[in-house]
């Protein structure tokens, strides 16, 4: 086994680093407190790449592995989870769903904007009454022959109102229960489309987190992805990979955390020395250190597995909950190391910890995990 980075991997982290030093760092707690999208930052990341990493070139994307994504996903979500949401919905749900399993037509329409950061795409399953249980559709796709006539709402949808590219997935014959769902390419803008009220939230507050309503929305059966039925199969398969980005997600927000607790305890003084020498310090910082370092093994192993062409399911889903998992409990820890100080906005970590908890959330919650995991080790 290597553990090396290539040089390659090593130059897509550092452009990441100082792209997120550079343009991301300034302006972070005031679009966290105004609930600002990061619209100027998003277009640059289009244009350096980073929103179509995974996408093969003739597609207009980085043609990168795994690896290379979750670099840049730990270092961007270091100083803004916001950002880096958008990024992994592009990167994982949209651009590699439609090159995976949309024609070589909806690749051209839609695929070369999405990777190239010219559009942003928003992945659609979540509704009121199906979150977890995602068979349990109520938005419709009803056959119309040529066409489908939407009709439903989807919640909790990223880039919701910053897209421009929306896969919802849809129930078309609900006799069939799973095998009835389609997945289906919106446009915003098409008749009957509206984007409802944005989420007041309390981490990620930069991120545009909107309700959909869709009022007999006509969807030609060009947009549709796949085969009849095949939507769920697509929801599933997708989310896998998307798994692998929010785990580098969490990754970034716990390291991210722990580099600030680590600088602060070598600045500040109690009790007549630096933080960083008492023993119980150096013990919070060792063990978040060593949670970083376990979560970041089980990061890779997942993105090396789908890399390689091989199942990664189950290593999906046990880095998201370890991920996660560790988010929590490291920003809480880079809070308490931060005293006082660290309870006010002007030192990042109380954002941090406010962020890292929608990562045990959206992409399957940690009991969804558990659930994956554990059939994964049954099968």
Same mark, same amino acid.
């Given at each position: +086994?290597?553990?090396?980075?290539?040089?390659?991997?090593?130059?897509?982290?550092?452009?990441?680093?100082?792209?997120? #030093?550079?343009?991301?760092?300034?302006?972070?707690?005031?679009?966290?407190?105004?609930?600002?999208?990061?619209?100027?930052? *998003?277009?640059?990341?289009?244009?350096?790449?980073?929103?179509? +990493?995974?996408?093969?070139?003739?597609?207009?994307? &980085?043609?990168?592995?795994?690896?290379?994504?979750?670099?840049? +996903?730990?270092?961007?979500?270091?100083?803004?989870?916001? =950002?880096?949401?958008?990024?992994?919905?592009?990167?994982?749900?949209?651009? @590699?769903?439609?090159?995976?399993?949309?024609?070589?037509?909806?690749?051209?329409?839609?695929?070369?904007?999405?990777?190239?950061?010219?559009?942003?795409?928003?992945?659609?399953?979540?509704?009121?009454?199906?979150?977890?249980?995602?068979?349990?559709?109520?938005?419709?796709?009803?056959?119309?022959?040529?066409?489908? $006539?939407?009709?439903?709402?989807?919640? @909790? %949808?990223?880039?919701?109102?910053?897209?421009?590219?929306? %896969?919802?997935?849809?129930?078309?014959?609900?006799?069939?229960?799973?095998?009835?769902?389609?997945? $289906?390419?919106?446009?915003?803008?098409?008749? !009957?489309?509206?984007?409802?009220?944005?989420?007041?939230?309390?981490?990620?507050?930069?991120?545009?987190?909107?309700?959909?309503?869709?009022?007999?929305?006509?969807?030609?059966?060009?947009?549709?992805? !796949?085969?009849? &039925?095949?939507?769920?199969?697509?929801? +599933?398969?997708?989310?896998?990979?998307?798994?692998?980005? %929010?785990?580098?997600?969490?990754?970034?927000?716990?390291?991210?955390?722990?580099?600030?607790?680590?600088?602060?305890?070598?600045?500040?003084?109690?009790?007549?020395?630096?933080?960083?020498?008492?023993?119980?310090?150096?013990?919070?910082?060792?063990?978040?250190?060593?949670?970083?370092? =376990? =979560?970041?093994?089980?990061? @890779?192993?997942?993105?090396?597995?789908?890399?390689?062409?091989?199942?990664? *399911?189950?290593?999906?889903?046990?880095?998201?909950?370890?991920?996660?998992?560790?988010?929590?409990?490291?920003?809480?820890?880079? *809070?308490?190391?931060?005293?006082?100080?660290?309870?006010?906005?002007?030192?990042?970590?109380?954002? $941090?910890?406010?962020?890292?908890?929608?990562?045990?959330?959206?992409?399957?919650?940690?009991?969804? #995990?558990?659930? *994956?995991?554990?059939?994964?080790?049954?099968?």
């Amino acid at each position: +086994m290597n553990f090396q980075l290539s040089e390659e991997h090593l130059s897509v982290q550092q452009a990441a680093r100082d792209f997120a #030093q550079n343009e991301l760092l300034p302006g972070v707690i005031d679009r966290d407190t105004e609930q600002k999208f990061p619209v100027d930052q *998003v277009k640059k990341m289009g244009e350096l790449g980073f929103l179509g +990493m995974m996408t093969d070139p003739k597609y207009s994307g &980085g043609g990168m592995d795994t690896i290379s994504y979750v670099l840049a +996903m730990e270092e961007i979500s270091k100083i803004d989870a916001s =950002a880096s949401v958008c990024m992994s919905v592009n990167n994982s749900l949209v651009c @590699w769903g439609l090159e995976k399993f949309g024609t070589e037509e909806q690749k051209e329409k839609y695929l070369k904007p999405l990777a190239a950061g010219k559009l942003i795409g928003a992945f659609c399953l979540s509704e009121p009454e199906a979150g977890s249980d995602a068979t349990s559709q109520r938005t419709t796709a009803e056959d119309k022959g040529d066409h489908y $006539l939407l009709n439903g709402t989807k919640n @909790w %949808i990223t880039n919701g109102n910053s897209a421009s590219v929306y %896969i919802v997935i849809a129930q078309t014959d609900a006799a069939k229960r799973h095998k009835g769902i389609n997945a $289906l390419i919106v446009e915003k803008g098409m008749p !009957g489309f509206v984007v409802g009220k944005k989420e007041d939230k309390m981490g990620i507050r930069g991120s545009d987190t909107h309700s959909l309503m869709f009022t007999d929305v006509k969807i030609p059966k060009a947009n549709r992805i !796949g085969e009849d &039925g095949f939507g769920f199969t697509f929801a +599933m398969t997708t989310l896998n990979g998307g798994r692998i980005g %929010i785990a580098a997600q969490a990754l970034g927000i716990a390291s991210g955390a722990y580099e600030l607790a680590l600088k602060y305890s070598k600045e500040r003084k109690a009790f007549g020395k630096h933080l960083a020498e008492h023993q119980a310090i150096q013990f919070k910082l060792a063990e978040m250190a060593t949670k970083i370092d =376990a =979560a970041r093994l089980l990061v @890779w192993q997942a993105a090396y597995l789908k890399d390689q062409g091989k199942d990664f *399911v189950k290593a999906a889903a046990q880095a998201k909950l370890f991920a996660s998992q560790i988010a929590q409990e490291v920003t809480t820890e880079a *809070v308490q190391i931060h005293g006082g100080y660290g309870y006010v906005k002007e030192f990042h970590v109380e954002r $941090l910890m406010r962020d890292a908890k929608i990562t045990q959330i959206y992409e399957g919650t940690t009991e969804i #995990q558990k659930l *994956v995991i554990s059939r994964e080790l049954l099968r």
